[in-house]
């Protein structure tokens, strides 16, 4: 589970100089919340491979930077703004861990003993 999150961090993450005290392209939440997405898209076609693989997710890698109001270059210079911020990044991957362990656990209203 966190090594495909790992693994999405890894590749948008690419180093760059840039100015430390900038704003970043895209807010720490809504990061959380596009990569958060992207864990589960990734989850989703874990078991295919090959052309089918690439195309589906890059045909909803897109739809979801879409539902976010963004677009990929905005994403990927907001992945070298944090790249470079590591104590954001690190915020930012714990939003993401709890975010997808709170959709994990069984909501405690519908457990009936």
């Not at 915020?91 to 994990?104: F, H």
């Amino acid at each position: 589970m966190y090594k495909s999150l790992l693994l999405l961090l890894v590749l948008f993450f690419i180093c760059c100089k840039e100015n430390k005290d900038s704003k970043p392209p895209i807010s720490p939440e809504e990061m959380a919340a596009i990569l958060t997405d992207l864990y589960y898209m990734e989850a989703n076609f874990e078991s295919l491979s090959g052309y089918v693989k690439d195309s589906l997710t890059q045909t909803l890698k897109q739809e979801i930077l879409n539902k976010h109001q963004t677009n990929d270059s905005i994403f990927l210079l907001a992945g070298d703004y944090y790249n470079l911020r590591p104590e954001m990044l690190e915020k930012i991957e714990r939003m993401v861990i709890d975010k997808i362990e709170s959709q994990s656990k069984p909501d405690s209203s519908t457990i009936r003993n």
